[in-house]
């Protein structure tokens, strides 16, 4: 009998084990990455706070975009705190008359301001944030049921890098015209409804034409958000 060991006989399955566990792995991580990997790298230097938003507080949407905001725009921040500032931009906080926007939509942080430019020109900013489903609907259901004509498309929003998509209402009720330009934004992407959400909208009167008015609101965006992607 000789006294050399020999090593115990590998099972055919014993080699592929490892190379099945990495592979699970590799694609665990890779569905993980699809998903969610718009909220896993850090922002870049200098970008403020990364935000996702979108055209549809219900589901997501081909319009879903990354933005890089100068200011935070959820509800861990407080939304009156928003400077009123804002480059060329002078704002002044309207007192809020309508009672139901505090009855009927009860939201967690609500702002809403004048801000002019220089030239005289003029938009509405409003920001509802809420964790509440029933503090958000569409602009153009309070308009309609004033007796107002709209039309609703989707409008591209050109940035510093990328678009942000948002829905754009055109209001007619004579002799008023307005231009509404909103989008909802959200800390994330999984759209958790204990983060909440914020409805974000640029309201002008019709200035020029109504894609002059849209310039118009496009240079005011420009100061809140300078990037957007997938």
Request: proline residues 7%; aromatic residues 10%; charged residues 25%.
């Amino acid at each position: 009998m000789s006294g050399t060991v020999r090593p115990a006989a590998r099972l055919p399955g014993d080699t592929q084990r490892p190379l099945v566990i990495l592979a699970v792995f590799t694609l665990a991580l890779a569905v993980v990455i699809a998903l969610y990997g718009r909220d896993l790298w850090p922002a870049p230097d200098g970008a403020g706070h990364r935000l996702v938003a979108d055209i549809d507080r219900w589901r997501s949407t081909n319009r879903e975009r990354t933005v890089e905001a100068r200011y935070d725009f959820t509800l861990n921040a407080d939304l009156k705190a928003l400077p009123l500032q804002v480059g060329d931009w002078q704002g002044a906080d309207i007192p809020q008359t309508n009672v139901e926007v505090a009855i009927l939509l009860e939201p967690e942080q609500y702002v809403y301001r004048r801000y002019t430019r220089p030239d005289g020109k003029y938009v509405w900013l409003s920001l509802i944030g809420s964790r509440q489903t029933k503090s958000f609907h569409s602009p153009q259901i309070c308009y309609t049921a004033d007796g107002w004509q709209t039309d609703v498309t989707s409008q591209p929003v050109a940035l510093d890098e990328g678009s942000l998509y948002m829905l754009r209402v055109d209001a007619r009720k004579a002799p008023w015209e307005h231009v509404i330009l909103y989008t909802f934004l959200y800390p994330n992407s999984l759209r958790q409804a204990e983060d909440g959400a914020v409805l974000f909208k640029v309201t002008a009167p019709l200035s020029g034409t109504p894609e002059e008015t849209v310039a118009l609101e496009e240079a005011f965006l420009r100061e809140f958000f300078h990037s957007a992607r997938l």
